[in-house]
């Protein structure tokens, strides 16, 4: 039984760090935007940017919504076992 408790604890700290890593990536995304403002709208440094502020932003979401995803399902299977 307290291993279990071990285990869900480390699985809400990790949520919680991947909910705080994709708040920080927003924030980033939102500082980016406005730097970029200021540059051409044609300008390849612009789309460059924005090009890989979106990838990483879209990379976190991913790894948090797979990892939520992964312990839902392990939680289900544990139920069965």
């Not at 408790?5 to 995304?29: D, E, K, P, Q, S």
């Amino acid at each position: 039984m307290f291993w279990l408790m071990n285990a869900a604890a480390v699985c809400g700290y990790l949520i919680l760090t991947f909910f705080i890593l994709v708040a920080v990536a927003r924030l980033i995304r939102r500082t980016c935007t406005a730097l970029v403002d200021n540059l051409p709208r044609r300008s390849p440094t612009r789309k460059r940017i924005l090009a890989c502020v979106s990838t990483a932003l879209f990379s976190l979401l991913l790894i948090r919504a797979c990892y939520i995803a992964t312990v839902v399902v392990d939680t289900q299977f544990a139920r069965f076992h």
